[in-house]
C-alpha cells in the first residue's frame, strides 16, 4: 500500500456510508515551500516640527466686541461731551 497525501496531516473515516476527515497541519500541500516571510523594514524616525505659520486669510471683518466693552466706550464718550 502506497500513501501519496496531497494533504499530510489529513485523516479521512468511513463507516456505513459516512464519512468525516480531521486535518492537523501548517496549511500547505505536500511539495509546497514552506513560507518564511522576510523581515519587515526599520521603522523611520519621525519629521522634524516645523513652526506655525500665519493663517493665510487674515479676518475681514472687526472682531466683535463684548458687552461690557461697548458700555465702556459709551460711557467714556458721554464723559468727553
Known sequence: MIKSLRWPGSVTVAKGGKFTTVYVGYGLKKGDP???PI???AVQVDPAEEEEKP???PLTEP???DEEDTMAENKEDDEEE
Open 39 to 41: 523581515e519587515p523594514p
Open 55 to 57: 493663517e493665510p486669510n
Open 63 to 65: 472682531p466683535i466686541k
Open 34 to 36: 514552506s513560507y518564511n
